[in-house]
């Protein structure tokens, strides 16, 4: 399984653009690149996927470079409910034994006012 | 309905007792998980259920038994629990294994004293 490594924390304000990058230098051919949110108490919620280049949904963009030994979630425009962990997580989406849906350390990202 | 049930939502139980964490989902979907959470810390994977039948089991000590009575219904029976075992208790469900869009129940907070 490729092992992930992301920042332990990062602070922002109101309004900016939050970029957090993992780096998951052993992926597989066949892997893709998942991130999920959770707040304090709560079970982690999926944000969004992918496997190369650009993906965007209403939530996030995901951003994935062609060696795709890192990726980077964009939260843009982060309000204060927007403070939560955000995991990164890899796996082979077609191997059901060799995808654990194991999570990382994962960055603690604190809006502030 | 996309939602994953946990009941119930707090426990506390001595180390003698017998309690069941109780989970549940109609979404349909074919993979169960159960992940325990210490404070601070990422989601640990304990057990995962593919179709019904148990696919993986991280080594977790026997005083935790999963059961999976039918494809909705996910049940963690404990007993003779130690007080390290104080966490959060997620459960998550996904189409299939292998598919790391997954959803998760709000956990259930067990305090053992």
């Known amino acids: 399984l490729a092992k992930t490594t992301q920042p332990i924390s990062m602070d922002s304000y109101e309004g900016q653009e939050v970029n957090i990058t993992c780096s998951h230098n052993n992926i597989a051919t066949n892997d893709y690149i998942t991130w999920y949110q959770q707040f304090p108490s709560q079970g982690p919620r999926f944000i969004i996927q992918g496997y190369k280049t650009k993906v965007t949904n209403e939530v996030a963009s995901l951003f994935i470079p062609a060696d795709r030994k890192s990726s980077t979630l964009s939260l843009p425009r982060v309000s204060l409910s927007d403070t939560a962990v955000y995991y990164c997580?890899?796996?082979?989406?077609?191997?059901?034994?060799?995808?654990?849906?194991?999570f990382g350390g994962g960055t603690r990202v604190l809006v502030k006012p | 309905d996309t939602e994953v049930t946990q009941t119930p939502k707090h426990l506390v139980m001595g180390m003698t007792n017998k309690k069941s964490l109780k989970c549940e989902q109609h979404m349909g979907h074919r993979a169960m998980y159960w992940y325990k959470q210490k404070a601070k810390k990422p989601p640990e994977l304990m057990f995962v259920?593919?179709?019904?039948?148990?696919?993986i089991n991280e080594s977790v000590p026997s005083r935790f038994s999963p059961e999976c009575p039918n494809s909705s219904l996910l049940n963690l029976h404990l007993h003779a629990l130690q007080p390290e075992d104080s966490a959060l208790y997620l459960c998550a469900s996904s189409p299939r294994q292998g598919n790391t869009e997954a959803f998760f129940g709000q956990g259930t907070r067990l305090t053992v004293v």
């Open positions: 259920y593919s179709y019904e039948k148990l696919s």
């Open positions: 997580l890899v796996g082979d989406l077609k191997t059901a034994a060799g995808n654990k849906l194991t």
